[in-house]
Every structure is written in structure tokens, then in C-alpha cells.
T-cell receptor, first 115, second 113 residues
Framework: AQSVAQPEDQVNVAEGNPLTVKCTYSVSGNPYLFWYVQYPNRGLQFLLKYITGDNLVKGSYGFEAEFNKSQTSFHLKKPSALVSDSALYFCAVRDSGAGSYQLTFGKGTKLSVIP | DAGVTQSPTHLIKTRGQQVTLRCSPKSGHDTVSWYQQALGQGPQFIFQYYEEEERQRGNFPDRFSGHQFPNYSSELNVNALLLGDSALYLC????????????FGNGTRLTVT
């Protein structure tokens, strides 16, 4: 079975400061990893993904994430937070093995950027 | 370029009734997945459709069923509704069987009373 843990329900950061949203995963094979963002009463928007290759992945709106296989982590980062980054962030994992199509999400982390 | 569209946006049903939710995928996408998002939780995988067949199913009872049409649009049906079925139902589309990211609609908010 595959799973995702987002240990922080909420992260508060001051505008202009760097932000990190944590994610760890468990999967039997090699992982495909994703970050999504959700604004109130909306669906999820794709931010970035790790499939293979470089451990540092760059995505939309200045976000990046670092894949760490030994720690089974995929933390989301941004060098300078904006108030408009305030939203709900979801990490997700999928097993790269054949016949596996299910994307498993974490419970989400609410990011609040304080002006 | 239209994204994923879902209808209706809101729905109120009574316990025991049946409901049908509809989804049109993003242009060019051929795969549709359905998720249930309870309040304060992450989305839970219901099932995925590809080439008009259910390709994989999550841990949901048989009361949840679906269909994919030749134009790639999809329906989610839920029978014998329970109060616990109240949630946001999200449809997501993607391309093929690879690792392309999911594109989500804004969801259907189902309330069961």
C-alpha cells in the first residue's frame, strides 16, 4: 500500500521569508511524486512533479521541491513567500510500477502567509 | 481551451436516493479519475477510466459506479446514499497511461440529508 504523510496541518510564514511544506511518502516501488494546491471551493491545481532524474524539481509560481530517496521525503519550498501563496497544499504519490494508476494524497497543509 | 468541467456544482439529496455526477475532461485528455474529498481531508481515489473501462478502483463499495463514453466524458453514480457520502467529488483528467499530471475540475459538492 502507498501512503503520504504531511506532518503539519498548518504552516505560518511572513511575507518575503522562505517557506517549506513537508511531505514524506511510502510506496513499494519507485515513486512518482506530485504537489498540488487548492484554493477555497476550487479543484486542485498542479504545481510540480518528480518522475526521475534531478532531485531538485522546479514548478509553477516559483515553487520547487527536493526529492530525497533515503529519507523518503519530497518537501515543497519557495525562497520568498507571497500573500497570494496562502492556500491548501497537497502532496501525492503514485507507484511507478505497471498497472498502478492510483494517486494517493496526503491530508493537506494549510499555508498562511502573513503580510 | 476548456479545462475539466463538472456538473452540477452543488447537489442536495436524501438518504437512500441515487445521484449521477458528470465530467468532461480537458481537451486532448483520454483518462478520467474520480476522487472523493471529505471536509478537511485529502482527496480519496474512487476509480479511473481509460478506453471506456474501469482500469483501477480504490477502496469504495459497489454503490459507487461509473462510466466513460466514447468522447471521453464520464459519469459517477452513487446508489443508496448515506450521510457519509456527503463530500466534494472531484473529477480529474490526464493523458494516456504515463506519468502526466492530473487536471482537476472544481468539483461537485454533494450534501446528503
Amino acid at each position: 500500500a502507498q501512503s503520504v504523510a504531511q506532518p503539519e496541518d498548518q504552516v505560518n510564514v511572513a511575507e518575503g521569508n522562505p517557506l517549506t511544506v513537508k511531505c514524506t511518502y511510502s510506496v513499494s516501488g519507485n515513486p512518482y511524486l506530485f504537489w498540488y494546491v487548492q484554493y477555497p471551493n476550487r479543484g486542485l491545481q498542479f504545481l510540480l512533479k518528480y518522475i526521475t532524474g534531478d532531485n531538485l524539481v522546479k514548478g509553477s509560481y516559483g515553487f520547487e521541491a527536493e526529492f530525497n530517496k533515503s529519507q523518503t521525503s519530497f518537501h515543497l519550498k519557495k525562497p520568498s513567500a507571497l500573500v497570494s501563496d496562502s492556500a491548501l497544499y497537497f502532496c501525492a504519490v503514485r507507484d511507478s510500477g505497471a498497472g498502478s494508476y492510483q494517486l494517493t494524497f496526503g491530508k493537506g497543509t494549510k499555508l498562511s502567509v502573513i503580510p | 481551451d476548456a479545462g475539466v468541467t463538472q456538473s452540477p456544482t452543488h447537489l442536495i439529496k436524501t438518504r437512500g436516493q441515487q445521484v449521477t455526477l458528470r465530467c468532461s475532461p480537458k481537451s486532448g485528455h483520454d483518462t478520467v479519475s474520480w476522487y472523493q474529498q471529505a471536509l478537511g481531508q485529502g482527496p480519496q481515489f474512487i476509480f479511473q477510466y481509460y478506453e471506456e473501462e474501469e482500469r483501477q478502483r480504490g477502496n469504495f463499495p459497489d454503490r459507487f459506479s461509473g462510466h466513460q463514453f466514447p468522447n471521453y466524458s464520464s459519469e459517477l453514480n452513487v446508489n443508496a446514499l448515506l450521510l457519509g457520502d456527503s463530500a466534494l467529488y472531484l473529477c480529474a483528467s490526464s493523458l494516456g497511461t504515463g506519468n502526466s499530471p492530473l487536471h482537476f475540475g472544481n468539483g461537485t459538492r454533494l450534501t446528503v440529508t
